[in-house]
């Protein structure tokens, strides 16, 4: 599936720190959280195809403004090259969380992945 493959890439620019949908209470900063949050059908008037699409959103949090867009950038980077060849869909999404005084920046990127199923299935 494309979150393995998302994990992978971007693992190592937060000591393995990337979750989905949310982080664990008390994790160190910086740290990274990812859902999906839709995509592009795959189905054709000639049926469905052997891919599927997931628009992928992430969210790096740090204590610093500036260590989160860093940290935003890099991951978009990485996942915008070969072998993901992600598409961002928006530029970076700058927040600030008052509760947990840290900062946080947003990015959306679509992936298209196979879709094949095991024999079987």
């Known amino acids: 599936m494309i979150e393995a493959d998302i994990y992978a890439a971007i693992q190592s620019l937060f000591a393995g720190r ?13 740290f990274c959280v990812y859902q999906q949050v839709g995509g592009v059908p795959s189905n054709t008037f000639c049926g469905n195809t052997d891919k599927q699409n997931a628009r992928i959103q992430f969210w790096v949090w740090s204590r610093t403004r500036e260590e989160a ?6 991951c978009e980077a990485i996942l915008t090259q070969p072998t993901l060849y992600g598409v961002s869909q928006n530029s970076l999404v700058a927040r600030y ?22 024999s079987g299935a």
Do not use: C, H
């Open 18 to 30: 990337v979750y989905p949908d949310t982080a664990p209470m008390g994790v160190a900063y910086p």
């Open 69 to 74: 867009n860093e940290l935003s950038r890099l």
């Open 97 to 118: 969380d008052e509760a947990t005084k840290t900062y946080g920046a947003q990015q959306d990127i679509s992936f298209w992945y196979s879709n094949v199923l095991p």
